[in-house]
């Protein structure tokens, strides 16, 4: 990477130096002077876009006019000219006079939320599980005595919750 960076510097410094020939290239220009007539014209009615202008120059010296019409209706007229000894210079007149609409009143009213809302109502009953076991055995011995046993006894008794749960909905009306 060292290597690269002196090979680099290195080829700058001799160019510098004027050991590497260096081409300049030179663009021919011509020296005729600049002769033109222009002109463009817009009409637009949707966003009542009018304006027009048109422009001549004959070597140094130019001549134009444009006109447009402002937003409040007035014509706005500029002629104008340049040229190398008296620079540029523009004649700017009016016609008509500004027109401004009416103000309009605006009317606003922010909407009107009415909102009812009823939490929901639970009612729970729960009857907690009774149960009753018996368990009855008898001793056991190891002499082939006759075993006896009872399954256990269970009573379980279980009521199912009841709920009862309203709900009304929210009430939202706007008005605008």
Known sequence: MVAKFVIVLSLAAAACAGLVPVSKVVYAEPEAPANYDFSYSVQDGQSGDVKQQQESRAGDAVQGSYWLVQPDGVKRIVDYTADKVNGFNANVRYEGTPVYPAPTKIAYA??????????????????????????????????????????????LAYAAPVAQVTYSSPVISYQH
């Open 110 to 155: 922010a909407p009107v939320a009415k909102v009812a809302y009823a939490a929901p109502v639970a009612k729970v009953a729960y009857a907690a599980p009774v149960a009753k076991v018996a368990y009855a055995s008898t001793p056991v011995s190891y002499a082939r005595a006759p075993v006896a046993y009872a399954a256990p006894v269970a009573k």
